[in-house]
């Protein structure tokens, strides 16, 4: 093969096609051309040849010799621009490389690109020195792995497609190595796809943005840095391969798990990363679709802001403490039909050889079981027992498990309901029997709880509850011994009241008012055992015990009922009450805490 005229020297890291762009650019070659003089295309052949993506993974010797050979490289430079060096490193390398050969052609596994990687705009405009003003920084061979999805001497997310005509608008998995090689005279930066305008199937005009001159950067978080920093290191073709292999091949089995289970998911992802991540989601079919749940688990997305998002979680979830019951959560809620369950199987074993021990200690109950048990699985305990619930979901748990599923239901519902299903899932017993064990008068649960009556007009409130319960069971199981036993709370004060003496000294302790004086009869006490009651043992105001009133003729009764709600909202409910109230509010909050110390020590109680 004789030697070009000119050639170049590679930049660190730069790719194949990277290379055959900027070489083109010099020569004032199309790179169809440069292909040709260089041995990458038969020397005859004068038709468009697509380049084949074999030239990046697995080139021939002879071919890749003669290549180095025409562009004045050694061997070795030459083979560097390509990923030959990683097929002991990166599982989906390894994957295609042992695809048969069909038409010439292996079959391409989705975590590897082709055809337009992602890129960095700053490292495509280059390092300002004369060779890179002229023909532009490197495209970078890293940039064809998918779990590359930043760059990290810039702290930027790479982007994955021109920002003009916003192509490619699908994946190239598989496609030609270079868009339009027999495009002359473009810039190695410039877009080759076909211009906006042009028309469909027009081959003529390219759309020709300068991808170097995007200024728009997206930062990704410390955390994600990080991960990518790890995964780069790893990829070290001077390190072992094997912990690699297994790192990387952990990561991808989760983010295919992850978004296989998506929208139920979404709860995983930080706030500011949920949005990005549902819009790639909802751009596909709808995810009970059987063929479009195992295209999702198998497929790395395109957008690098996507797939690092994914791969962030799913870094997480393999070194949480938590890891098996928050992976069993989403199967039960996800993988919910047998058909979905067999796909998972499939998934699992096509990747089992090369994921590491922990993950398949995380998947072991799921391993363990063949398909045709699959159906059966049955979760281990929660780690909590019902003594640790209280029959009014206490109100951090709810702004901190169930307030961001965005419920479209009254709160007060939704925190009875917690309470019950908590109990349920810790002494697996039916939603009357979990009520019974609450105190919760069981005509005051509400209907179609079991079946998701429930939550009519609510689409995805059933499992985004079942989501947030499994969250919060799992911290509980996590703290139980911070949590107080709220059964023992409640059977200390089944028929309690505040003692007429206490109340006196309670009282006493009000600050004295001109003019009328607040009344401070059995009514209000009966109102300020029931405030007491609800902070002792976390209970439902409507459900609390009313000693005083049931004694009371029946007429009374109705009188005390009609006031109660007025009363109890002064107490508890108004944010500014009036110095009588807030001073009160205070009193018995103060009495209510001593109370729980006694209760939790078993001292008797005297009414």
Request: charged letters at 25%.
């Amino acid at each position: 093969m004789r030697p070009l005229p000119r050639s170049l020297d590679p930049l660190p890291g730069e790719s194949l096609p990277g290379y055959v762009l900027r070489l083109a650019h010099r020569l004032d070659l199309a790179p169809s051309d440069v292909a040709r003089r260089t041995g990458l295309l038969p020397a005859g052949s004068q038709r468009l040849v697509r380049l084949s993506y074999q030239l990046l993974i697995n080139p021939a010797p002879d071919i890749l010799a003669d290549f180095a050979a025409s562009t004045r490289l050694s061997y070795e430079e030459a083979a560097a621009l390509t990923l030959t060096d990683l097929r002991d490193h990166y599982p989906p390398l390894a994957l295609s490389l042992r695809q048969p050969l069909g038409a010439g052609h292996r079959s391409l596994d989705h975590w590897l690109l082709t055809g337009f990687p992602r890129y960095c705009s700053q490292c495509l405009a280059g390092d300002g020195s004369a060779i890179q003003q002229a023909h532009g920084g490197p495209w970078k061979k890293e940039w064809h792995l998918a779990v590359v999805f930043s760059c990290l001497e810039h702290e930027c997310f790479l982007k994955h497609q021109c920002p003009t005509c916003h192509r490619p608008d699908k994946r190239l998995a598989g496609g030609p190595l270079l868009i339009r090689p027999g495009a002359r005279r473009l810039h190695p930066t410039q877009c080759r796809f076909p211009a906006p305008d042009s028309g469909r199937g027009a081959q003529g005009k390219a759309c020709a943005t300068r991808l170097d001159l995007t200024e728009t950067l997206i930062r990704p978080s410390r955390k994600l840095l990080d991960i990518q920093r790890d995964i780069l290191s790893g990829l070290d073709p001077a390190l072992p391969g094997a912990l690699t292999t297994e790192s990387l091949t952990d990561l991808r089995m989760v983010v295919g798990f992850i978004a296989a289970s998506w929208p139920r998911s979404r709860y995983l992802l930080d706030v500011d990363l949920v949005d990005s991540v549902n819009t790639y989601f909802q751009a596909g079919k709808s995810p009970a679709d059987r063929h479009y749940r195992v295209s999702l688990m198998n497929t790395a997305p395109a957008d690098a802001a996507v797939c690092g998002a994914l791969l962030g979680v799913a870094d997480s979830l393999l070194f949480a403490t938590n890891s098996w019951q928050r992976i069993m959560s989403l199967f039960e809620v996800s993988f919910d039909t047998h058909d979905s369950r067999m796909s998972w199987f499939r998934f699992y074993d096509r990747h089992k050889h090369t994921c590491s021990q922990r993950l398949h200690e995380i998947l072991k109950p799921l391993v363990n079981a063949t398909p045709a048990t699959a159906d059966r699985f049955v979760p281990r305990g929660p780690g909590f027992a019902p003594h640790h619930i209280p029959a009014f979901l206490e109100q951090d748990w709810h702004e901190r498990f169930v307030q961001p599923a965005n419920i479209p239901l009254d709160e007060r519902l939704v925190r009875r309901c917690a309470a019950i299903q908590l109990v349920r899932r810790a002494a697996h017993c039916d939603t009357r029997e979990a009520a019974l064990l609450l105190g919760i008068p069981t005509d005051k649960v509400p209907r179609g709880i079991d079946d998701d009556r429930f939550w009519i007009g609510a689409k995805d409130a059933p499992t985004d509850f079942r989501i947030a319960m499994t969250e919060l069971g799992l911290h509980l199981g996590e703290n139980t011994d911070r949590l107080p036993d709220y059964q023992r709370r409640r059977d200390a004060l089944r028929d309690w009241v505040l003692p007429q003496n206490d109340w006196r000294d309670v009282t006493a302790q009000l600050p004295r008012t001109f003019g009328k004086q607040p009344v401070l009869d059995d009514r209000k006490r009966q109102v300020a055992s029931i405030f007491i009651w609800t902070r002792v043992t976390g209970g439902e105001h409507l459900f609390a015990p009313r000693p005083l009133e049931q004694t009371q003729p029946q007429h009374i009764r109705r009188a005390w009922a009609a006031r109660r709600p007025t009363t109890w909202h002064q107490l508890a409910g108004r944010p500014d009450p009036g110095p009588h109230y807030a001073t009160l509010r205070r009193l018995l909050s103060k009495y209510a805490d001593d109370l729980v110390k006694r209760v939790d020590a078993g001292a008797l109680l005297a009414n």
